[in-house]
Structures are given as structure tokens and as C-alpha cells.
């Protein structure tokens, strides 16, 4: 029998969106005093995949993708994601903005890989954590590229994202490599 071995640490990855400039600067300055420093963010790009969010946070919606400095333990994703559900209702609550959900924050961890994401909701290809929090790998690492599986949503397989996150795993790698934790070469 094999001992399990260690788990090496994640890249915490936030997708904040909003239709305001301003609720996105109030997510990032949030999660920075949450998670540390943003070491890359993506540029603010139109979100059109879905109508699915119009009737609580608007139209002409800009999502971004924030990728953290520190990396975080990879069995945080339930705590995460409940505390970006704790500042959605915080920017709600303070009345700032007409839609009554200004700001939708969704954390994912990047590893060397794959890219995960965390979900209220299950499905048949989501993995249950804990707290009602659910995991699904949402992108693979392959050859080289980030590679969508059949149930990936629609933004998630924008090739604007997978040259974000290729950039955001050349940053994790060093990161590993000064812990000197080996990984998947690919």
C-alpha cells in the first residue's frame, strides 16, 4: 500500500463580473485585503454568453479574471467561495447600485494540471466538498493548452482565458519551483 503523498498548494483564481467599473475595483480591493496581492488580472471583457444573469445584475456585463500572488491550500475552495458569496451580499446590501446582485465573484484554483471551479449546484460532474460547496474541473492541461470538457461554460472556453491562464501557470510553476515541488511537466 501506498502512503498518500503531499498536496501541493494551489493559485487561487477569482472571475469577478459586474455592469459597474466600480463594483469590480470593490471586489479586487476586497479580495486583496482577503487573499493578498493580485499578481496578473485580465483586461475587463464584454461577458455575452448567457442572458442567464440579466435579471439580477443588468445588461453589458464585463467579467475579469484575478489570479493571486499567495498560493492558497487546495482544499480551501469551499471557505472561498463562501466568503465571495459573503461580499456579493455585503455590495448588495449597501444599496450602492440599482441591480440587486451588482457583483457575482466565482474563485477557482489553478494547478499545474487542470483549472477548478466551485459550485453552489450539483451536477453529475461536480464533486462534492463540503458546506454545500461543489468542485468540477472545468478546464484540463493538455499538450500544452487549456482543453474545455463537454459540460465547460461558454466564457470558459474563450481562447482570451486560456492564454490568461497558460500566462497565470507560467507564474504558478515558478512559484512551485522555488518550493521545489515537482509537477507535471506538460
Known amino acids: 500500500m501506498t502512503d498518500p503523498n503531499p498536496v501541493p498548494p494551489s493559485l487561487l483564481v477569482v472571475a469577478a463580473f459586474s455592469r459597474h467599473a466600480d463594483a469590480l475595483t470593490w471586489g479586487r480591493e476586497r479580495l486583496e485585503a482577503l487573499y493578498g496581492p493580485v499578481s496578473l488580472a485580465s483586461p475587463p471583457y464584454p461577458f455575452h454568453h448567457t442572458r442567464y444573469y440579466e435579471a439580477t445584475m443588468g445588461t453589458e456585463l464585463r467579467k475579469q479574471f484575478l489570479g493571486f500572488a ?90 482570451v482565458l486560456h492564454e490568461f491562464l497558460k500566462e497565470l501557470r507560467g507564474v504558478y510553476r515558478l512559484q512551485l519551483a522555488k518550493l521545489q515541488i515537482a509537477g507535471n511537466p506538460d
Open 70 to 159: 499567495k498560493l492558497v491550500s487546495s482544499d480551501c475552495l469551499p471557505d472561498v467561495k463562501r466568503q465571495c458569496q459573503a461580499l456579493e451580499k455585503e455590495l448588495a446590501g449597501q444599496a450602492r447600485f440599482p441591480e440587486p446582485r451588482p457583483l457575482n465573484l466565482d474563485p477557482g484554483l489553478l494547478q499545474l494540471g487542470k483549472f477548478l471551479l466551485a459550485s453552489t449546484k450539483d451536477q453529475g460532474h461536480r464533486i462534492y466538498l463540503r458546506d454545500g460547496i461543489f468542485a468540477e474541473v472545468t478546464l484540463r492541461f493538455q499538450g500544452g493548452e487549456f482543453v474545455p470538457w463537454p459540460w465547460t461554460y461558454a466564457d470558459y472556453r474563450e481562447p
